[in-house]
């Protein structure tokens, strides 16, 4: 059972999308601004955290870093669901599997928990979601 109920307006935000969400100097920043007004229901996992983290880190500084952890572990912005283990030998699969492809494990197992959850829209600025022909970018 999920740890929330989810919706056919759920969105999954990938790191990208969290990134120009907290850089008001990205080239995404008022499309991300605006994505972000305009659809409260949103999800992400516990690894997009930790990657989203140890970019922001190393590009914005610490400050920064934790202050997006802070908004996100809360659940402000966002509902949190964790990658199960289930979760995560999907991912396995699927990350040997499109070896043609310039996946992180992190967007493997972004794909399992959304096939989890029956959810198809994730709100990235990068192709990886469609490149697997399983999911729609927005916006």
């Known amino acids: 059972m999920p740890e929330h109920a989810f ?3 759920d969105v999954f935000v990938d790191t990208s999308a969290w990134l120009a969400i907290y850089n008001p100097r990205d080239k995404y920043a008022t499309q991300a601004s605006n994505f972000l007004s ?5 999800f992400t996992t516990n690894f997009v955290v930790d990657e989203l983290l140890t ?3 190393n590009r914005a500084g610490h400050r920064v870093a934790v202050q997006m952890g802070d908004d996100l572990w809360s659940g402000r912005l966002a509902k949190l669901v964790h990658v199960t283990q289930a979760d995560e030998q999907v ?8 070896d043609d492809k310039n996946l992180s494990f992190t967007d493997c197992t972004s794909f399992a928990v959304m096939l989890r959850l029956g959810l198809a829209e994730a709100f990235t600025f990068d192709d990886d979601f469609i490149q697997v022909g399983l999911f729609m970018k927005v916006p």
């Open 7 to 9: 919706t056919p307006r």
């Open 38 to 42: 305009q659809h409260p229901s949103l």
């Open 55 to 57: 970019l922001a880190r």
């Open 91 to 98: 991912a396995w699969s699927l990350f040997k599997k499109y």
